[in-house]
C-alpha cells in the first residue's frame, strides 16, 4: 500500500525560464562561442553538481573576490566544455555574468499543481527530494507548491547529492514510511530511478518529450497519471 509520494523539483515539477541550454547557447553565440543547446543541456548537470559542492565548502558569495570569480570561471567552462574551439576563462565569464544580469526563474509545469492535489487529497505524505539547495522553501512558495507538501529534504541539508542514499532515506524517515510503501517521481534516470531504486522506493520517470524510448521502470509523460497509479 503506497503512503508517500515524493517528487523531484527540477524538470519534474519546475523549469528554468528561459530555458537554460538554449539561453546559454544564444549568449555564447554573441561572445563568439560555438556551443549546440544539447552538449549544453548534457554539461548543466555536471557544472551544478560543482556549484553545489563549492557551496558545501563554503557560500561563494561570501568569499573573497579571487577565489569567488575561480569559482565562476570553472563552473561557466564546466557549462561549456561542448564548445568547439574551446571557450577561454574570459569568454566563459562574459557568458556567465550575462546569464545572472538576465536570470532565470522557475515555472511550473501544468500538471504540478493539479498532480499534487490529486495526491494530497488521497490522503497521502507528499515530499520533494530535490539537489536544489537551502533555497528550496522559497521556491514551494513562491509557486504555490507548498500547501500541497508535507516535507522537503535537499542535498544542501543531506550533505550528498541523489542518487546517494542518504537524502533518500531521510525523506522516508520524514514521510514515516517504509521504503515500498513510497514512490519517487523524477525525470533523471541516475540521480532518480537509480537512486529511488537503490534504497527500494518505487520509481517513476517523467518523460514529457518521449525521449526515452525504452526503460526499466515505469514511465509516463504527465504528473497526473500518478494518482491513477495508487
Known amino acids: ?34 556551443v549546440t543547446r544539447q552538449a549544453i543541456e548534457e554539461a548543466l548537470p555536471e557544472a551544478d553538481s560543482y556549484w553545489r559542492l563549492e557551496n558545501f565548502k563554503s557560500p561563494i558569495r561570501t568569499r573573497e ?18 564548445a568547439n574551439p574551446a571557450a ?14 538576465v536570470g532565470f526563474k522557475f515555472v511550473t509545469y501544468n500538471d504540478s499543481l493539479p498532480a499534487l492535489k490529486a495526491v494530497k487529497d488521497k490522503n497521502l505524505k507528499v515530499g520533494v527530494i530535490s539537489n536544489i539547495g537551502q533555497e528550496i522553501d522559497s521556491y514551494c512558495t513562491e509557486l504555490g507548491l507548498e500547501p500541497y507538501l508535507d516535507f522537503k529534504v535537499t542535498s544542501f541539508e543531506v550533505g550528498f547529492d541523489k542518487p546517494r542514499p542518504e537524502i533518500f532515506q531521510l525523506a522516508l524517515q520524514k514521510a514515516g514510511c517504509n521504503p515500498a510503501e513510497a514512490i519517487f517521481v ?25 525521449k526515452r524510448k525504452t526503460c ?4 509516463i509523460k504527465s504528473l497526473m497519471a500518478i494518482p491513477d497509479m495508487i
Open 1 to 34: 500500500m503506497i503512503k508517500a509520494v515524493c517528487f523531484d523539483f527540477f524538470n519534474t515539477l519546475a523549469y528554468f525560464d528561459p530555458p537554460r541550454d538554449s539561453f546559454y547557447a544564444r549568449v555564447a553565440d554573441d561572445f563568439g562561442v560555438k
Open 65 to 82: 573576490e579571487k577565489e569567488k570569480y575561480a569559482v565562476y570561471t570553472e563552473y561557466a567552462l564546466r557549462i561549456l566544455k561542448g
Open 88 to 101: 577561454t576563462s574570459e569568454q566563459a565569464l562574459q557568458i556567465l555574468a550575462k546569464a545572472f544580469s
Open 186 to 210: 523524477g525525470d533523471q534516470y541516475e540521480q532518480d530511478i537509480l537512486g529511488a531504486r537503490g534504497v527500494g522506493m518505487k520509481p517513476v520517470l517523467i518523460d514529457r518529450d518521449g
Open 216 to 219: 526499466d521502470c515505469t514511465v
